[in-house]
């Protein structure tokens, strides 16, 4: 009973301790973008398949297009969300450096190969989605983000490459139903 008690004060300590210096050792997903479940963060190179988790992007993806700020401007709730530091989004990595990513008429390909997704212009309310087109030859400090799960899905259809120096890999510890 007491190893159980000293166990449960060093767990918890380590916890205390991760949330005060923002470590991010969990995170909890509860999108359509991938199983449910708790995510933990590793400290490996990001490789094809990873996931990576990362604020939403503030840039504007083109000139005629919101930035995803904006858009989420549209929904409070997600806009309050994804404006605290702790939130972000968490996506598999589909091409990364010297990948070439494509998004010509609604149609997002890697190296001239189709990822068979549709982009909508607009979501299910209306609202312009951020788009932008052409192609992009990935960087080392780039990767590109695709959900298979969610047809819906904030990811780099809309907004393109994202930092990967900026970014944090997880992996699944615990899926939920």
């Known amino acids: 009973m007491r190893t159980t008690g000293i166990a449960l004060s060093i767990i918890f300590g380590f916890v205390v301790v991760c949330f005060q210096y923002d470590m991010q050792i969990i995170k909890i997903n509860n999108t359509s973008s991938l199983p449910h479940g708790l995510y933990a963060r590793t400290f ?9 988790w990362f ?11 919101p930035s995803m700020k904006e858009y989420l401007s549209n929904y409070p709730l997600w806009g309050e969300k994804f404006s605290k530091k702790r939130n972000g989004l968490l996506k598999p ?14 149609v997002f390909n ?3 190969k189709d990822t068979e997704t549709t982009i ?13 087109s ?10 590109a983000v695709l959900s298979h799960y969610s047809e819906d899905s904030l990811d780099s259809r809309l907004f393109g490459p994202i930092e990967s120096t900026k970014a944090i890999q997880y992996r699944p510890l615990w899926l939920f139903n």
């Open 44 to 52: 490996t190179p990001f490789h094809i398949g990873s996931l990576a």
């Open 55 to 65: 604020r939403v992007p503030e840039n504007r993806p083109s000139v005629d297009s």
């Open 93 to 106: 990595i589909v091409a990364m450096t010297e990948d070439i990513i494509c998004r010509k008429n609604n």
């Open 110 to 112: 890697i190296n001239d």
């Open 120 to 132: 909508e212009e607009t979501d299910q309310n209306g609202n312009l989605l951020p788009f932008w």
């Open 134 to 143: 052409g192609c992009i030859l990935l960087t080392t400090q780039q990767v």
